[in-house]
């Protein structure tokens, strides 16, 4: 093991502007000495390629559906697969049985095996050691048949929320049993998680939080008093007409009140009219997505981050926002009272309610002096708990380890023995 670890990352689609917190995690990963190939089934469209970064990332990226449909690439796959004929039936017959019930279903399960052959080919050629998988549908499908097809090991980090709403038809039971280990990036996380596994495989399942780089957010401009931020996709599950509402009703009593919402998604028409049609369009501003080191320009100039989702995993944008020194308001759901602790570093509020988030705005901006003391407890909170550095380290170590047969038996690194 004193050579350096070579190992594939594969998603949807990669790089993306809401999941920097990847991007972070390879970086860091190979910061340790890791050879790290990202993959992508799906080429990323060009609005999330916001900064440098990203365009770097996805020049560098093997394109696993592009390289597919090439009749020569897939076929030079099949045939290579096919000198291993056990595994490849062994990997379409596994594929088939995991669909979920339907025609379609079916159909798509032998899209996602022909796409396994190809990525299976692509990483053997590379000689990569390990696979890692980020959320654990479609991708880790093609993941988990990859293995089968190549035995190249793999592991994939659960996120939830909507892995949760469906995960017979996804069948993480099979993804959890045929991994080598799992990571859950909270406590509530791994419970869920748990619900469908086997119990011999409990132990398998670490946590690994989501991180941050908190020297990123240093260096918070002055603040007003009455400006708030909203990051995140502009889809059903972030809650953001709650927060219209909420807001509607705050203006009456502060007039100055003015929102900022970064991102976009396939609401950002609808809610737009909303807006205006609520007479809110001098309060808020649709700025679409930003770069990692925009929105941490945008969290210095602000005194709030309001997130009021209805479902969560563990929200990367509440880790930045507190790394910025920020309170934030956002709702008690899933694994967010691990990171935000209310009254401590900012409020918690129940989900859908419109009332307890003005109140929570109101009561946040009025006070600046507990503001500033909430946001100075979350930046201890997340350099801690929540940063890149020590949480890809102990990544590494999880990869490390089960390559050399040796696994940890903790879920964290103060548990491993």
């Known amino acids: 093991m004193s050579e350096p670890v070579h190992i594939a990352y594969l998603t949807g689609e990669y790089p993306r502007a809401t999941d920097t917190f990847i991007q972070r995690e390879v970086a860091q990963l190979r910061q340790q000495g890791f050879v790290v190939d990202t993959c992508s089934i799906r080429r990323t469209g060009t609005e999330h390629l916001v900064g440098e970064e990203q365009r770097q990332e996805a020049a560098r990226t093997f394109h696993v559906l592009p ?27 596994l594929a088939w049985q995991t669909a979920p019930d339907g025609v379609r279903a079916h159909l798509y399960q032998l899209f996602y095996f022909l796409e396994a052959v190809v990525l299976a080919e692509h990483l053997q050629q590379r000689g990569v050691q390990h696979l890692h998988n980020h959320i654990a549908k479609a991708s880790c499908t093609v993941a988990m048949l990859c293995h089968e097809l190549s035995r190249i090991p793999y592991s994939f980090t659960l996120h939830g929320p909507d892995i949760f709403f469906e995960p017979l038809h996804w069948r993480l039971d099979e993804k959890i049993a045929r991994a080598s280990f799992t990571v859950c990036i909270s406590e509530f996380c791994r419970s869920q998680g748990m619900i469908f596994a086997d119990r011999s495989h409990w132990d398998r399942m670490h946590i690994v939080h989501c991180g941050i780089q908190p020297e990123t957010y240093q260096g918070a401009g002055t603040r007003a008093g009455n400006r708030m931020l909203f990051v995140g996709r502009l889809a059903a599950v972030k809650g953001v007409p709650v927060l219209f509402q909420a807001l509607a009703e705050a203006v009456l009593q502060r007039p100055d009140l003015h929102l900022t919402l970064i991102g976009d998604g396939p609401e950002r028409a609808r809610l737009e009219a909303e ?20 929105v941490a320009q945008a969290l210095g100039e602000v005194d709030l981050l309001v ?6 995993g563990l929200p990367v944008v509440l880790m930045e926002a507190m790394a ?54 979350g930046r201890v909170k997340v350099t801690t708990e929540f940063n890149i ?25 103060e548990d491993r023995t």
């Open 67 to 93: 390289a597919a449909v090439r009749p020569m690439v897939s076929v030079r796959a099949h045939l290579r697969a096919l000198r291993r004929p056990v595994r490849y039936f062994r990997a379409l017959r």
């Open 275 to 294: 807006a205006q049609a609520m007479g809110l369009a001098a309060h808020l501003s649709f700025v679409g997505y930003k770069s990692q080191s925009e």
């Open 307 to 312: 997130l009021p989702s209805f479902a969560e």
């Open 389 to 413: 550095e020590s949480e890809a380290t102990w990544l590494g170590h999880l990869i490390r380890s089960y390559l050399a047969g040796t696994p940890p038996t903790g879920k964290r690194p």
């Open 324 to 377: 910025a020194g920020l309170p934030v308001l956002t709702t008690q759901i899933a694994g967010v009272p691990e990171l935000v602790e209310d009254g401590k570093t900012g409020l918690l509020v129940p989900p859908g309610d419109a009332g307890a988030l003005r109140d929570g705005m109101l009561q946040l901006l009025s006070d600046p002096a507990t503001a500033a003391a909430m946001g100075a407890r």
